[in-house]
T-cell receptor, first 110, second 119 residues
Framework: GQNIDQPTEMTATEGAIVQINCTYQTSGFNGLFWYQQHAGEAPTFLSYNVLDGLEEKGRFSSFLSRSKGYSYLLLKELQMKDSASYLCAVFGGATNKLIFGTGTLLAVQP | NAGVTQTPKFRVLKTGQSMTLLCAQD?????MYWYRQDPGMGLRLIHY???????AKGEVPDGYNVSRLKKQNFLLGLESAAPSQTSVYFCASSYSMGRSGGSIPYEQYFGPGTRLTVT
């Protein structure tokens, strides 16, 4: 079967660093996506990993290990506006479908 | 570019009524998707389309039908609404592998959502 696991909730302090983990088991692999979703809004694209390693984009970085079925999203210099849900999603390849995890709700506190 | 748009934004239905949700994209994407999002359940795929005139079932297709008569439009129909279909519905679109023109294949662009309540 196909399964994506990520923590339900996390709390962090403004200015700090937080790492959100994602583990997956899917049939085939054509890339892993991270999306950000603020309450009441649509998901927006953050990052894409298809090869092992770290992808850095400003304050956000995403890491992938295909052999371990593992990814993480790293958010640095946290700001209050980073309070949102972070969705891990894997493109399984064989099915033309993106499989989403249930999301991690991040609360950034002053 | 408007990106992905959805009509309507909000709707209240009574049990047994029917309705159609319209999704439109102006990015010339081949793939289009309909999701529903419920608290604690994440995004679940209802139906999707890999091209004009084609549709396929996703994870939770029962009670829904779709059509893709034009490349830019993807319609989601509820023939007889039930309270279990109360949800937020998102449409998304993406390029396919090999047609992304340098963009990330399969990156999905989402519409603003439709909040549907069935009483």
């Amino acid at each position: 079967g196909q399964n994506i696991d990520q923590p339900t909730e996390m709390t962090a302090t403004e200015g700090a660093i937080v790492q959100i983990n994602c583990t997956y088991q899917t049939s085939g692999f054509n890339g892993l996506f991270w999306y950000q979703q603020h309450a009441g809004e649509a998901p927006t694209f953050l990052s894409y990993n298809v090869l092992d390693g770290l992808e850095e984009k400003g304050r956000f970085s995403s890491f992938l290990s295909r052999s371990k079925g593992y990814s993480y999203l790293l958010l640095k210099e946290l700001q209050m506006k980073d309070s949102a849900s972070y969705l891990c999603a894997v493109f399984g390849g064989a099915t033309n479908k993106l499989i989403f995890g249930t999301g991690t709700l991040l609360a950034v506190q002053p | 570019n408007a990106g992905v748009t959805q009509t309507p934004k909000f709707r209240v239905l009574k049990t047994g009524q029917s309705m159609t949700l319209l999704c439109a994209q102006d990015m010339n994407h081949e793939y289009m998707y309909w999701y529903r999002q419920d608290p604690g359940m994440g995004l679940r795929l209802i139906h999707y389309s890999v091209g004009e005139g084609t549709t396929a079932k996703g994870e939770v297709p029962d009670g829904y039908n779709v059509s893709r008569l034009k490349k830019q439009n993807f319609l989601l129909g509820l023939e007889s609404a039930a309270p279990s279909q109360t949800s937020v519905y998102f449409c998304a679109s993406s390029y396919s592998m090999g047609r992304s023109g340098g963009s990330i294949p399969y990156e999905q662009y989402f519409g603003p959502g439709t909040r549907l309540t069935v009483t």
